[in-house]
Antibody, heavy 126, light 109 residues
Framework: QVQLQESGPGLVKPSETLSLTCTVS????????WSWIRQPPGKGLEWIGY??????NYNPSLKSRVTISVDTSKNQFSLNLSSVTAADTAVYYC?????????????????????WGQGTTVTVSS | EIVLTQSPGTLSLSPGDRATLSCRAS???????LAWYQQKPGQVPRLLIY???SRATGIPDRFSGSGSGTDFTLTISRLEPEDFAVYYC??????????FGQGTKVEIK
């Protein structure tokens, strides 16, 4: 059974860097897209970015401040978000998306993010 | 960036009713890459539908997804008390960024 667990400081000061880690158990860190998603209080979901076999892709609105990395030896991946402000206060989730697909005739179909961590609340405040 | 617009913002229905939720994309989305999630207060989003119409493991068959191009629909055939929640559509195309709709709240009338 695959489980994801986010960890990191719950309080970060403005202008500092938010750092979170997602520990993956029950699955190899390879062969999947590993994403970070956030949800500000009372608002919707925002995709932050993913890492896949060491290659990353980020939300353009956050790209200048975001770094996602992976530590395969620990089966973990991490999020760094620099120069945070109060607008970065949110619940941060990590999630897995399988990279496999299946085909019906000429059309391929793909799995979505199916396993999520429980989420960790990060507050940006002095 | 593909913008997903969900409607209505809030749907007020009774248990046993049929719920129809809409998700419209600003440009064509391959149905291979369209998902729906359910989120209850204080809980983690739960995958309901992927590839526009495939139910995730353990999801009851009263949930169904359909659509193509720019218009997608999530239908709940008969609302159960546990189905009152917020629903998000999500596209995860091969050309990021991935995006979510703003959500539709299904509330008890």
């Amino acid at each position: 059974q695959v489980q994801l667990q986010e960890s990191g400081p719950g309080l970060v000061k403005p202008s500092e860097t938010l750092s979170l880690t997602c520990t993956v158990s029950g699955a190899s860190i390879s062969s999947y897209y590993w994403s970070w998603i956030r949800q500000p209080p009372g608002k919707g979901l925002e995709w932050i970015g993913y890492i896949y076999y060491g290659s990353t892709n980020y939300n353009p609105s956050l790209k200048s401040r975001v770094t996602i990395s992976v530590d395969t030896s620990k089966n973990q991946f991490s999020l760094n978000l620099s120069s945070v402000t109060a607008a970065d206060t949110a619940v941060y989730y990590c999630a897995r998306r399988p990279s496999s697909s299946w085909s019906i005739g000429p059309i391929s179909y793909y799995y979505a993010m199916d396993v999520w961590g429980q989420g960790t609340t990060v507050t940006v405040s002095s | 960036e593909i913008v997903l617009t969900q409607s209505p913002g809030t749907l007020s229905l009774s248990p046993g009713d049929r719920a129809t939720l809409s998700c419209r994309a600003s440009q064509s989305v391959s149905s291979s890459y369209l998902a729906w999630y359910q989120q209850k207060p204080g809980q983690v989003p739960r995958l309901l539908i992927y590839a526009a119409s495939s139910r995730a493991t353990g999801i009851p068959d009263r949930f169904s997804g359909s659509g193509s191009g720019t218009d997608f629909t999530l239908t709940i055939s008969r609302l159960e008390p546990e189905d009152f929640a917020v629903y998000y559509c999500h596209q995860y195309s091969s050309s990021p960024p991935w995006t979510f709709g703003q959500g539709t709240k299904v509330e008890i009338k």
